[in-house]
């Protein structure tokens, strides 16, 4: 059974510019969620999408968003790229609820802004 | 705020010692918690999960963890160290419903001396 795939691995951007990242969710799975991990921040929450709708989302400025298509995969935009958006930004994804069924992480994408 | 406190961001056992990973949980309402495990360059894993059953939860790689209510805590512990259980891990809570994205704690680095 193949996990949560993130594409890509690794990504460096300039400042200013915009980045699309994608998440394939376990077959099976309607629950996507993106977060973002720093050194110094630790693990923050972005946003959740279930079947195709936004259901929960974090404290994260407007530059980020995100979508999910019909089949359940996901991507997460962000618009004019600051240095501080250097992070490994890590998809999960559930059947349903993190209470009934935890979640499963992909690898993450390293996104350095330079 | 709902918040996860990890005590210790790096702890040091030596191989076959006890292993014991502080977390505590700020909460109004009953809580789902969470240990998960990254190894470098890698996504979380799943290492366990409370969900109001029973209290003492085991999980992969012979690690435990024991809801105490009345000290708000989720300890994960392992008996005997594994050069193999370096890495870091990270407790994590959530409230359930469309409110379920995960707030993690700082992690703490678990490393193992031979």
């Known amino acids: 059974k193949a996990g949560v795939t993130q594409t890509p691995r690794y990504l460096i951007k300039t400042r200013g510019q915009q980045v699309t990242l994608s998440c394939s969710p376990i077959s099976g799975h309607r629950s996507v969620s993106w977060y973002q991990q720093t050194p110094g921040q630790g693990l923050q929450f972005l946003f959740e999408y279930f079947s195709e709708t936004q259901r929960n989302k974090g404290n994260f400025p407007g530059r980020f968003s995100g979508r999910q298509f019909s089949n359940s995969r996901s991507e997460m935009n962000v618009s004019t790229l600051e240095l501080g958006d250097s992070a490994l930004y890590l998809c999960a994804s559930s059947l349903g609820t993190a209470t009934n069924y935890g979640y499963t992480f992909g690898s993450g994408t390293r996104l350095t802004v330079v | 705020a709902q918040s996860v406190t990890q005590l210790g961001s790096h702890v040091s056992v030596s191989e076959g010692a006890l292993v014991l990973l502080r977390c505590n949980y700020s909460?109004?309402?009953?809580?789902?918690l969470f240990w998960y495990v990254q190894y470098p360059n890698q996504g979380l894993q799943l290492l366990l999960k409370y969900t109001s059953a029973a209290t003492l939860v085991k999980g992969i790689n012979g690690f435990e963890a024991e809801f105490k209510k009345s000290e708000t805590s989720f300890h994960l512990t392992k008996p005997s160290a594994h050069m193999s259980d370096a890495a870091e891990y990270f407790c994590a809570v959530t409230y359930g419903g469309s409110q379920g994205n995960l707030i993690f704690g700082k992690g703490t680095k678990l490393s193992v001396k031979p």
């Open positions: 909460s109004s309402v009953p809580p789902y």
